[in-house]
């Protein structure tokens, strides 16, 4: 399939250019003139080199690292207590609660 009309690379090219050692998408541009033209190929060859990276390599990509960051920093977002988890369950630092507590959920004496 043809990934770069504008200097006729294929997905062919590009697992062969992994295999060779390119391990980064400039690299693979600078060997092929992917998305070095027109530009209208870059989002879709960029997204096939990294998953073609990663089935040949095994190595964590930057968009799999983002993603595992975001998922990370969500899980650690969850865990953080609020005011809406509170017992209460009252917004805005919960002053009507009987156990008046502030956003880390510790009592104020």
Known sequence: MYICSCHAVTDG?????????TKTFAELAKLTGVATQCGICGRQAKA?????????????TPPQREARRLA??????????????????????????????????????
């Open 48 to 60: 096939l080199f990294y998953q073609i990276l990663h089935e040949e390599t095994g190595v964590e």
């Open 72 to 109: 990370e920093a969500a899980d650690a977002a969850a865990q953080t207590p609020s005011c809406a988890a509170t017992p209460c369950g009252r917004a805005g630092g919960c002053q009507g609660c009987p156990s008046f507590h502030t956003h880390d959920d510790k009592p104020i004496e």
């Open 13 to 21: 090219a590009v697992r062969a250019a992994i295999k060779s050692g």
